[in-house]
């Protein structure tokens, strides 16, 4: 790993200013911050983003919100005020991307939107994230993470065979979304690269999730059968699920026949299900799991998780438990050595542990700079530093409810 120019980050150039709320984009905003770009988190005064009201909490600060917001700054700013508006034009003059995820439109009454600030920077880079878009019959619709999952199909093949539509257990079209929003403003950094000039970038959470279900669309439009729900078995390949053990549960995958004739003759020891007419092909194996599977618990049944494990990777063929969220964090590859998990001093939390950044940047590697702010918490400095507002102008701007 070459670390020789670990003090300078990928993103460390560009400034962007983060107007968004909850997760999506907030999400977007911690990668980008994790990459090194000076993030800016712009919230109403009083109240701030919704998701400072959401638990757990430590010294009656929300720790929810202080994960997705790690690697900013930030200021309080009124937008219902003209002095609030002005403020925020200043800064997108100085910024390289603005984000924001409020209902499509909403942004342009308050003469804040793209066309206005474009006006004032060409190259201002505005990323928006909402539930549906900002264009077609759904572009008004309040949108969640649930409502993208319900109406992106993730629901729809997601569960127990038989069993009732299930969300993911996580936010996954805010992810989604926010993954997205991120690829989308790096891309239009490039393009302005090329020609000088910035862009609008619209992201749908929906569209997210549809374009996640990588394989559901396709086999629908092959065969015009609508994709169910069919527990942890995959649609494509077998043996490719989920296997009771001794104590517990383990995941066997043979991607390939290579993989599975080895597993057959290496592993279970059942030569038999290679030649055998119900399991001669994938589409076959994929058609008759429900036998195959339980061929395949007679011999997984008779070890724990563990030893199950080692006894299929020792023959190079994917295995691996199902862990919980505390096995996670204990893990040494996941939690230490790939450091998806970093402690961090918040000023009020006090010590904390947030996610880290799944992009690894070899010559760059992301890194947590700062803690979530608290409300507010840089109004003076940036105010002051940046946009050259006196300390008496600051002053009255709290005064009068802008900050």
Known sequence: MNRDNHDTQALENLIVLDLTRVVAGPYAGALLGDLGAHVIKIEMPGCGDDARGYAPYQNNESMYYANLNRNKRGITLNLKTEKGKEVLRKLAMKADILLENYRPGVMDKLGLGYDQLRELNPRLIYGAVSGFGSYGPYAQRPG???????????????????????????????????????????????????????????????DSVVASLENAYIRYFKSHQIPVRNGNAYASIAPYDTYHAKDGYVIIACGNQKLY?????????????????????VPLRVENNEIQKKYIEEWTMKYTVDEVVEKVLSKGIPAGPIYNVKQITEDEHIAKVREMFIDIDHPVIGKMTVNGCPVKLMDAM????????TLGQHNDEI???????????????????VI
């Open 144 to 206: 969640y993470d649930i409502l993208s999952q319900a109406m992106g199909g993730l629901m729809s093949v997601t569960g127990a065979k038989g069993g009732e539509p299930t969300r993911s257990g996580n936010a996954m079209g805010d992810v989604l979304g926010g993954m997205n929003l991120v690829i989308g403003v790096l891309a239009a950094v490039n393009y302005r690269n090329i020609t000088g000039r910035g862009q609008r970038v619209d992201i749908s959470l929906v």
């Open 261 to 281: 004739e080895k597993f057959c003759n290496e592993v279970v020891e059942m030569p038999w299900m290679i030649t055998d007419e119900r399991f001669l092909t």
């Open 383 to 401: 105010l002051q530093e940046m946009l050259g507002y006196s300390a008496e102008d600051v002053q009255a701007m709290r005064e009068e409810n």
């Open 366 to 373: 992301p890194r947590i700079n700062c803690p979530a702010p």
